[in-house]
């Protein structure tokens, strides 16, 4: 559960009502009250009373029968435009296939959120493997190539910021797990205009990942080539640098006259 979920800090009923959505949708199944009320930081009246606003609202749908909660389909429509308006996606979608058909590996295209990684697109790989990542799933900006990618490029007040949001959860051995590490990690990517997943996310999991930046110098987003180790060794992925770092200056060129989302 998210930091400000176990605290409650969030302000004001808009706030809570939200916070209240995420956790809903953060259960990969329809959920009942009485499995949300322990995860929740409220009374038992005040997430009941949030859940039926969103309810009214059509951003929750509760099944008669079961009691269970489900995301609406106001959310389902609210999501696809948000998906069309504020993601790269759509103008990502030529580049990502053209590249997806050279290298034959899974394509990964992801924008930043509160530090964390936003998964918005994904191209699988001739002989998908099993990964975390899929469209519309938030990673870790620290122990993700796409991640890092994009973390290395904010302007330092804004990388502070990111980098106090991130857990350093030791998922794997390889795994940085704090702020000083990975900013010399990050201090490499900025130099060599490359990052890398050393196994840090996932056992076996390996990839290559560039950011994805605007005529200023902005972060747009990332873009990542991934494979496993029994596949392909990261030294051969390697390879891969100049190409990725091509089809992200074109998505970049084609997004030059897209509103940005702050």
């Not at 606003?53 to 959310?75: D, F």
């Not at 696809?80 to 979608?93: E, G, Q």
């Not at 290298?103 to 790989?125: F, P, S």
């Amino acid at each position: 559960m998210d930091d400000h979920l176990r605290t409650g800090r969030s302000e004001g009923t808009v706030g809570k009502a939200l916070d209240a959505l995420d956790l809903v949708c953060a259960q990969d199944r329809p959920v009942r009250f009485s499995e949300l009320l322990p995860l929740s930081p409220w009374p038992k009246g005040t997430l009941y009373r949030l859940l039926q606003t969103l309810v009214k609202q059509g951003m929750l749908h509760v099944e008669p029968e079961t009691g269970s909660y489900t995301p609406g389909l106001r959310l389902v429509q609210l999501a696809h435009s948000a998906w069309r308006k504020s993601s790269l996606a759509p103008i990502a979608r030529p580049h990502l296939d053209a590249l997806s058909g050279k290298v034959g590996e899974t394509i990964h295209l992801a924008q930043l959120d509160r530090g964390q990684v936003l998964y918005v697109e994904k191209r699988n790989a001739r002989h998908p493997l099993p990964m975390f990542s899929e469209a519309g799933k938030v990673g870790p900006g620290y122990c993700t190539g796409v991640g890092k990618a994009m973390l290395a490029h904010l302007p330092d007040r804004e990388r502070c910021a990111a980098l106090q949001l991130q857990a350093f959860h030791p998922h794997t051995a390889q795994t940085i797990t704090s702020a000083e590490e990975l900013e010399i990690e990050l201090a490499k990517v900025r130099e060599e205009g490359i990052a890398f997943d050393r196994e840090e996310h996932e056992p076996g999991i390996v990839c290559v990942a560039a950011p994805i930046l605007s005529p200023t110098g902005r972060v747009l987003g990332g873009l990542s080539v991934t494979t496993s180790t029994a596949r392909r060794p990261l030294e051969d992925l390697a390879t891969l640098a100049p190409l990725l770092r091509e089809t992200a200056e074109m998505i970049a060129e084609d997004a030059a006259d897209w509103q940005f989302p702050g």
